[in-house]
């Protein structure tokens, strides 16, 4: 299957996704300000991952660093949301609050073991398209020295504010956001809430 075919099946499959608690709708950008506008948030946000991973701190500062980027440039309010899905509604405020609390730390750390084999190796953008009124799908590769490149596709947003906010990073096709919403409310299912946030502290530990 060609690139383009490709491409175009993940568009179909993301729009087809549960939707995203949005803000109001801004004005509306021209097409090739939305696209040229993503397209350069998501080189900068590789750009920034890169400092802050190569540095000469020591890891575990390296990672701190790494999940500041990402917590700048995601959009973590939103996904936390999207990722509890409708558990939230059966959540007391003791609940809410651990989690919102853990959750930044738990999906940045996520990222930081995604993003292992990608930091310091030139990005190219292979295409970008709009997904809906204010979405933009910024599909990147990274060559590697050995083995295929490592595909990963940006879902850019524009909010109210007028900022640019990654509301997903998919990495070799694997959207850690679908993914982990589904594995959640498995786990809530039959474990309960309560086991979820100590499992969510633990590993973001």
Excluded: C, H
């Excluded at 803000?23 to 590789?46: R, Y």
């Excluded at 997904?131 to 490149?149: H, K, N």
């Excluded at 959640?184 to 309560?194: L, V, W």
């Amino acid at each position: 299957m060609s690139r383009v075919k490709i491409f175009a099946a993940l568009i179909a499959a993301t729009a087809a996704a549960p939707v995203l608690a949005q803000d109001p709708e801004p004005a509306v950008e021209a097409e090739e300000s939305a696209i040229d506008g993503a397209t350069a948030f998501a080189k900068t946000l590789t750009a920034n991952a890169t400092v802050a991973l190569t540095s000469e701190k020591s890891e575990a500062e390296q990672l701190t660093d790494f999940q500041q980027v990402l917590a700048d440039g995601m959009a973590l309010d939103v996904i936390g949301k999207f990722m509890i899905g409708e558990a939230r509604n059966t959540m007391n405020d003791e609940q809410l609050a651990r989690y919102d609390a853990v959750f930044p730390g738990y999906l940045t750390k996520l990222y930081a073991e995604q993003f292992q084999d990608i930091v310091g190796k030139p990005l190219e953008v292979l295409e970008a398209k709009e997904l809906g009124a204010r979405d933009v799908i910024v599909r990147t590769q990274f060559d590697r020295s050995e083995g295929s490149p490592i595909m990963v596709d940006w879902r850019v947003r524009r909010l109210k504010s007028g900022e640019r906010k990654a509301i997903d990073i998919i990495v070799q096709g694997v959207s850690i956001m679908l993914v982990k919403r589904e594995e959640f409310s498995s786990f809530i299912a039959t474990n309960g809430i309560d086991a979820l946030l100590e499992r969510l502290e633990e590993e973001a530990a």
